[in-house]
């Protein structure tokens, strides 16, 4: 059996760091918009033995690859669930999502071959487990997991609250063309900055207004309320991040703002035409450049 998922990107609207657990995970709130840049995912099941093909973008092969851990930790899950002659799988991937660039691109990976192999193995996972385990595979995994488009995140990102997409703009998204560790970047980060959770619960609930006058395409107070804590650790390793924020907002943003860790950097347009326009000039300096348009549902 066999079958084809498309894995989505993602950017964070906004991200607030709010605190760190005694495990050393960050606690944070987030924003996040999943957006029509895909890698895709080809699952065909086999009788032993987890194979992974790749195309595209270079990434890690065998167990470093988020994708085989995905599949590994699926089997062990649900070994006395499924039948006896689907305990392997062969996996083809297609990479069009810049790796380690802020964009989740591992952990939509992950979620797909989850998603997949509980679909081609007759479901022996509930939505709730299948989350559960996307969790120990990495904190974003889990919204690549539910069907929203959109979706507040706490706690180290598996507590998720459905939210409304952004609808009527056009994303921009400009990538420098160098990875930035996750890892690193939330090391780095200084804790003396982290937010007091009454302030980021009222501008969450600012952001998701705005977000209505964004889809009403009105959106006077967007940018005011959409703030990423970790910019400035990505900023100071990556200058070329405040340079394309800077020249996002010349071409016709109304927005600009790093996703996630970085470098990516995104930028939303009313004016579609001038989001292609911005494309262009971009696109001669930095390859990893796409006009996107916001996911509504999965």
Excluded at 39 to 49: I, M
Excluded at 108 to 120: D, K, W
Excluded at 124 to 135: F, M
Excluded at 178 to 197: D, G, M, N, P, Q
Aim: aromatic share 6%; glycine share 8%; net charge neutral.
């Amino acid at each position: 059996m066999r079958l084809k998922l498309q894995a989505p990107a993602k950017i964070n609207l906004n991200l607030h760091i709010t605190g760190r657990r005694s495990d050393g995970y960050h606690l944070l709130d987030s924003l996040m918009q999943k957006v029509s840049l895909y890698d895709e995912v080809d699952l065909e099941l086999c009788p032993a033995g987890i194979s992974l093909e790749c195309s595209g973008e270079p990434v890690p092969a065998g167990r470093e690859n988020i994708v085989v851990r995905a599949a590994e930790l699926f089997f062990d899950a649900t070994a006395d669930r499924r039948r006896k002659n689907s305990s392997g799988v062969s996996i083809k991937l297609i990479k069009r999502i810049p790796v380690a660039a802020g964009l989740g691109g591992g952990s939509s990976n992950a979620a797909a071959v989850l998603r997949g192999l509980n679909i081609l193995c007759d479901c022996p996972c509930s939505d709730e487990e299948l989350v559960r385990l996307g969790l120990q595979l990495g904190a974003d995994v889990p919204f690549f997991l539910i069907g929203a488009g959109a979706a507040r995140a706490a706690g180290i990102g598996e507590i998720l609250h459905p939210a409304p997409s952004l609808q009527n703009v056009s994303v921009l998204l400009v990538n420098p063309g160098v990875s930035v560790s996750t890892r690193w970047v939330y090391e780095t980060f200084a804790l003396t900055k982290h937010r007091r959770a009454d302030k980021v619960s009222r501008l969450q609930n600012e952001t998701y207004k705005a977000v209505g006058w964004c889809n009403a395409r009105e959106n006077p107070a967007l940018p005011a309320v959409m703030e990423n804590d970790l910019e400035v650790v990505t900023i100071a390793k990556v200058p070329e991040v405040g340079l394309i924020k800077d020249g996002l907002l010349a071409g016709g943003a109304f927005v600009a703002l790093m996703s996630g860790s970085g470098p990516t950097v995104f930028g939303l347009f009313v004016d579609s035409a001038q989001a292609d326009e911005c494309c262009t000039m971009f696109k001669s300096r930095f390859p990893h450049t796409y006009v996107v348009t916001p996911v509504q549902e999965q």
